[in-house]
């Protein structure tokens, strides 16, 4: 590019906006620029925006008077070809603006703007050293002002293009984004044990448990002494320092630990340890189980002539070790792996297990590490680096990486809707996006669940997908005894106990006297669902959406779980004025309550969202669990997924027909899936564990499906229903979602629009219709559902959707009305 030509730039801006924007590049930043790379250019009236050059070219555009690229950020492209790829076929797809898709993929910090803030590193030591005259005056200013936005920066230093200069800022450590401050990692420390520095033998080691041994009550002193000894490692007469938390485990106690620290003979200390720290550095692989190389020789064979293959192992059959032997295969053809899992957060066992076969070959990626961990992660994945991160661990928004040479995709419980972003947009199933991503590299799928999603299963019988079947448990184990506590029945005797069977307290009783662990599933969280007035029925309600509050008892608020709106509870209806009011229904919190009645001497923890916003409280109540310092464990969806304790004696299912009884198609499958995940919680590690099931509803047809550990039943009968009534996966669904503040222009708004699409779709238009939920946020809701035959052109629908929303859009009435696109909903 050394002679005088002039190039423009299509460039792909962090904004919803349907199309690239071309920029003309200054001839002195010819030789650097490049497609892949980022670049700052101005957009609107003096913003300026970090957009990713998407080509390169020589033409001049028509429609817009050209403005100039301002900088390059890079200096080697850090997105690649088969990521635009990804990017244009999920635009496409999930009809979503390629800024919108951009916005997913990249970490905050590559996508500097005019609004982004700026604050001081937490780390920064006002060590100036290094620094240029602009860097000094800007970190100057961040000593007197906490926060400063990249306008006010430009301004202190009287330049325009300051991008460069806080990269630069941020690559010295010196200041971050605001949006690394909110997910400031938190580093993760355990408490080690050592023997001091000061015994140099084995013989000085010796002469002092001789001397504790002298004396009766040393003798605590003296076992916990000599279980440190047994559990120390040494490795080139170097030290291995042992876990505190393994030698109380084996019946240590605290208190004889610290006497041997106060007498100098151990040391006790804290370090930072990684978050995938495991016991061992590293393990042979396991030689699998007879059923387990079954279904690894059918994988291996069904890759031959398929892409994608479904592992569908009952709960504790050990897909584990299966994972394993495939990522290990890949390994050594020098590809990369990537482990798709439906939430980093409570899968740190899994995690924990691949490193220690892999070690430091494994990273991890996840929205709620901190932006440098997630770029040196995006970094070394682009580098292909031999040694580090050849498998990269992560939920949904790990599928965006810049893989170079991807051999393998696994998705662990592939059927979780967890795979699904909501919002913003795209509105994509990380799940399917594997598939495609898989494509691109040439490279295969694995899914595995021991309940597949409805469409994965029928893409297995359509012989799309290969199977592989895993339908014994690890060990010999037997499938856990699920029985019902028939509530009806319970309510007439009068037996129940407040929300509990009189057969779950017993078979609670029975578990508590073997020692055995306990979970209870309920899932809702919050202390009670509705407050209301025995005389008049009124409810609270909250003030910006239309659903009633949720009262919290550990805040003791009434919240809504939409917005976040709460009040204080009411000590008198707030139509009649009556003071008789009372509480209907139950959440996590309350069960947690009315359990410690029952059982009084028993170790209680909730596991809900309330329970676990901090960033490492997943993974301290699951490593309790596994400790077995909590006895009965009350959690909702979260303690159905990835985990595996060996001391879970009983499960408790509290409200089945809720589960049931949601209105939506996918309720029975949800319901079979919860309920099937839950229970194989129970009974591993050589024993047989029981589940019971409370209902009303003893002989629903889900439910003895789940008692039978039957899913092929469940499958044939649920599959009827969905060709019947026109649902996937033999209709495609899109839902149009309209929101606007006012209910007249919405509700006008939304019959034009349906109207629109009707005189095309026919009857495959449903609504509008108002959702569950009508307002949100003081948004009013409508949704408009488009079904339509799966062998009818896709692409051709949604571009006439495309055009229907652009001309009612255009209409000055309803322009303000905001449409969100959902393919394909969860």
């Known amino acids: 590019m050394s002679e005088r030509v002039t190039y423009f730039v299509d460039v792909i801006l962090p904004l919803s906006i349907p199309n690239t924007y071309t920029y003309r590049v200054p001839f002195e930043l010819n030789e650097d620029v490049g497609i892949g790379k980022r670049v700052i250019v101005p957009f609107g009236k003096a913003k300026y925006y970090t957009a990713i050059v998407a080509d390169v070219h020589e033409e001049v555009p028509k429609n817009y008077q050209v403005k100039y690229v301002e900088a390059i950020l890079d200096d080697r492209r850090i997105v690649t070809d088969k990521q635009f790829q990804l990017w244009e076929w999920i635009s496409e797809y999930?009809?979503?603006?390629l800024g919108d898709v951009m916005n997913a993929a990249l970490p905050s910090n590559f996508k500097l703007a005019s609004e982004t803030k700026l604050s001081l590193h937490p780390e920064f030591d006002r060590n100036d050293k290094g620094l240029n005259d602009r860097e000094f005056l800007i970190l100057e200013a961040l000593q007197v002002q906490d926060e400063l936005t990249l306008k006010e920066v430009a301004e202190i230093?009287?330049?325009?293009?300051?991008?460069?200069?806080?990269?630069?800022?941020i690559d010295k450590r010196c200041a971050i984004v605001s949006e690394e401050l909110q997910t400031k990692y938190s580093p993760k420390f355990a408490t080690f044990i050592s023997i001091d520095g000061n015994i140099k033998s084995e013989d000085e080691l010796s002469e002092l448990l001789n001397e504790l041994e002298l004396t009766k009550r040393n003798e605590k002193q003296v076992n916990a002494l000599l279980k440190v000894v047994e559990k120390t490692h040494w490795k080139n007469g170097q030290q291995t320092p042992v876990l505190k938390r393994e030698i109380v485990e084996e019946g240590i106690s605290e208190s004889?630990?610290?006497s041997l620290a106060k007498k100098e003979i151990i040391n006790i200390f804290s370090e930072e340890v990684s978050r995938l720290m495991s016991d061992d550095s590293s393990s042979d692989l396991k030689d699998l189980t007879t059923a387990q190389q079954t279904a690894y020789d059918s994988i291996r064979k069904d890759f031959q002539e398929k892409d994608v293959v479904l592992l569908h192992g009952v709960t504790s059959s050990g897909k584990t070790e299966i994972y394993v032997k495939m990522i290990s295969e890949v390994l050594k053809e020098g590809r990369q792996v990537l482990f798709l899992l439906p939430e980093i957060a409570l899968t740190t066992q899994l995690i924990n297990r691949l490193r220690k076969y892999f070690g430091d070959q494994v990273g991890v990626y996840h929205s709620r590490f901190n932006q440098n961990e997630r770029i040196e992660i995006w970094n070394k994945v682009l580098d292909n680096d031999q040694n580090q991160y050849r498998i990269v661990m992560g939920a949904r928004s790990s599928i965006f990486l810049p893989f170079q040479d991807l051999g393998l995709i696994i998705v662990d419980e592939e059927h979780e809707n967890s795979f699904k972003q909501y919002d913003p947009s795209p509105r994509y199933n990380a799940r399917d996006l594997a598939i495609i991503l898989a494509r691109l590299h040439k490279s295969k799928v694995l899914l595995g669940s021991a309940t597949p999603s409805i469409e994965t299963y029928f893409n297995v019988h359509e012989g799309r997908y290969g199977l592989a079947p895993l339908t014994e448990r690890f060990g010999g184990v037997q499938m856990p005894e699920i029985q019902c506590a028939d509530l009806e029945k319970e309510v007439k005797q009068k037996t129940m106990r407040s929300h509990f069977s009189s057969f779950l307290i017993e078979e609670m009783e029975e578990a508590m006297k073997k020692g055995e662990q306990i979970i209870l599933f309920q899932n809702r969280r919050g202390y009670t669902p509705i407050w209301t007035c025995e005389m008049c029925g009124w409810t609270p309600q909250c003030k910006?959406?239309?659903?009633?509050?949720?009262?919290?008892k550990s805040s003791n608020v009434l919240k809504c779980h939409y917005c976040?709106?709460?009040?204080?509870?009411?000590?008198?209806?707030?139509?009649?004025?009556?003071?008789?009011?009372?509480?209907?229904?139950?959440?996590?919190?309350k069960i947690e309550d009315?359990?410690?009645?029952?059982?009084?001497?028993?170790?209680?923890?909730r596991m809900d969202l309330d329970t676990t916003r901090a960033k490492h409280a997943y993974s301290n109540i699951i490593s309790s669990f596994e400790n077995r310092e909590i006895d009965i464990l009350i959690g909702t969806q979260m303690v159905t997924k990835g985990l595996d304790f060996d001391n879970v004696g009983l499960v408790g299912i509290l409200s089945a027909d809720q589960l049931l009884n949601f209105p939506d198609f996918r309720s029975f499958e949800r319901a079979y899936h919860l309920m099937s995940q839950v229970a194989g919680r129970a009974g591993r590690k050589e024993k047989r564990g029981k589940v019971i099931i409370q209902t009303f509803e003893p002989n629903h047809w889900i439910i003895q499906k789940v008692m039978q550990h039957d899913y092929e039943g469940f499958y044939k009968q649920e599959i009827i229903e969905r060709r019947n009534f026109n649902y996937p996966p033999f209709f495609r669904i899109i839902v149009l979602k309209l929101k606007h503040r006012d209910k007249d222009t919405l509700e006008l708004g939304s019959k034009k629009l349906a109207q629109s699409l009707q005189s095309v779709f026919k009857d495959r238009v449903l609504g509008p219709e108002v959702p569950l939920v009508s307002r949100v946020r003081n948004q009013y809701l409508k949704n408009i559902t488009l079904k339509f035959e799966r062998?009818?052109?896709?692409?051709?629908?949604k571009s006439i959707i495309k055009e229907k929303i652009d001309l009612f859009l255009s209409d000055h009435d309803f322009r303000s009305i905001r449409i969100d696109i959902d393919v394909d909903p969860q």
Do not use: W
């Not at 709106?565 to 009411?570: C, E, K, L, T």
């Not at 062998?791 to 629908?797: E, Y």
């Open 256 to 258: 004889s630990l610290n």
């Open 157 to 169: 230093v009287g330049i325009k293009t300051i991008q460069p200069l806080i990269k630069s800022l």
């Open 791 to 797: 062998d009818a052109s896709a692409k051709k629908v």
């Open 564 to 589: 976040g709106y709460y009040i204080s509870p009411p000590s008198s209806c707030g139509a009649c004025g009556s003071r008789k009011l009372k509480m209907l229904g139950f959440g996590t919190e």
């Open 94 to 97: 999930y009809l979503a603006d």
């Open 544 to 552: 910006n959406c239309d659903v009633s509050l949720t009262y919290h």
């Open 594 to 605: 009315e359990i410690a009645l029952f059982f009084p001497k028993a170790r209680l923890q």
